[in-house]
């Protein structure tokens, strides 16, 4: 059950804001978030938890809709270092243990 | 701390040899996974080892075997190479799966099958 990122990509100037949804048809226990730079190995950002809980990243928000099995992730101001290809995962308590990631959200980020 | 380690980070076989990628990391993780990454796909998760001694496969496991060798390695192998197989694969390691926890991937082999 692979979940669905949109869009599948985005194309901003410097300083613009943006905003990447991951939603699945199963309930959530928590949502992952990765960025990959071309050629490199993905990097984690956040996790966000079901109860609120969130781990990770300084400069990025994101949000978890556990009703909706919904999570975004904010980029605000975006720099140019903030392109890249982004991944969500998610995890269900009561099912398997692994992480599904879905296709990611290529984001290209323009002087 | 070297993290996650892969080897070889470049491979070309020939369809039906067989190879292994290694891997290995040294942050005493428990939990061990290997994936696939092709253009448009995502990371498609192939085998995993939620702790030593124990190994699951995932969501694409055809053609691939595994061996968990000890805490630190866990080992991909084909068998039998096929130009389905050409891909990017990422070795990842986190504390405990199903954990919600972080997880840190190798810098990949990029295999290619002729």
């Known amino acids: 059950q692979q979940p669905v990122q949109s869009p599948q990509a985005v194309i901003l100037r410097e300083g613009e804001d943006a905003v990447i949804n991951c939603s699945s048809s199963?309930?959530?226990?928590?949502v992952h978030w990765y960025r990959q730079k071309h050629g490199e190995a993905p990097v984690f950002l956040m996790i966000l938890l079901k109860g609120g809980e969130q781990k990770g990243h300084d400069k990025i928000s994101a949000s978890f809709n556990e009703k909706k099995q919904q999570s975004s992730l904010y980029l605000t101001a975006s720099q140019l270092s903030y392109s890249g290809t982004y991944f969500c995962?998610?995890?269900?308590?009561?099912?398997?243990?692994?992480?599904?990631f879905g296709k990611g959200t290529k984001l290209t980020v323009n002087p | 701390n070297a993290g996650v380690t892969q080897t070889p980070k470049f491979q070309v076989l020939k369809t039906g040899q067989s190879m292994t990628l290694q891997c290995a990391q040294d942050m005493n993780h428990n939990s061990m996974y290997w994936y696939r990454q092709d253009p448009g796909m995502g990371l498609r998760l192939i085998y995993y080892?939620?702790?030593?001694?124990?190994?699951d496969k995932g969501e694409v496991p055809n053609g691939y075997n595994v061996s968990r060798l000890n805490k630190r390695e866990f080992s991909l192998r084909l068998e039998s190479a096929a130009p389905s197989q050409t891909s990017v694969y990422f070795c990842?390691?986190?504390?405990?799966?199903?954990?919600?926890?972080?997880?840190?991937f190798g810098p990949g082999t990029r295999l290619t099958v002729t």
């Open positions: 199963k309930a959530l226990y928590s």
């Open positions: 995962g998610t995890e269900r308590r009561g099912g398997s243990e692994k992480l599904v």
């Open positions: 990842a390691s986190d504390l405990l799966a199903g954990g919600a926890y972080e997880q840190y």
């Open positions: 080892s939620a702790s030593e001694g124990t190994t």
